[in-house]
Nanobody, 124 residues
Framework: VQLQACGGGLVQAGGSLRLSCTAS????????VAWFRQTPGKEREFVAA????????YYADSVKGRFTISRDSAKNTIDLQMNNLKPEDTAVYYC??????????????????WGQGTLVTVSS
């Protein structure tokens, strides 16, 4: 599975952005997909996941109610709609695909495939 992320950019606090990750390769529909983010000097942080085992969506507490993950299996895309953005959301965002166990969906080690990252900058 190859992943290609896009949609990052500069936005003012309170604004919105939509990230998109396009997947190519076989059996994409059999993978859980997730978005993580990373800032310099910090570990990759879980943002949201669409889990294939139970078809549930999970969110980090910091983005719950503001971000929405969605999957379009026909188009092989994973989108992250980000609303009411805050300066602390500034990071490089990565999409990932894999088969982590449900208790480990927030662990980046559970995802074997990654996109190249797209930068989101939120100004105050």
């Amino acid at each position: 599975v190859q992943l290609q992320a896009c949609g990052g950019g500069l936005v003012q606090a309170g604004g919105s952005l939509r990230l998109s990750c396009t997947a190519s390769g076989r059996a994409f529909s059999r993978y859980s997909v997730a978005w993580f983010r990373q800032t310099p000097g910090k570990e990759r942080e879980f943002v949201a996941a669409d889990v294939i085992q139970n078809r549930h969506k999970y969110y980090a507490d910091s983005v719950k109610g503001r971000f929405t993950i969605s999957r379009d299996s026909a188009k092989n895309t994973i989108d992250l709609q980000m609303n009411n953005l805050k300066p602390e959301d500034t990071a490089v965002y990565y999409c990932g695909a894999g088969r982590p166990i449900i208790s480990e969906i927030s662990n980046p080690m559970g995802y074997g495939y990654w996109g190249q990252g797209t930068l989101v900058t939120v100004s105050s």
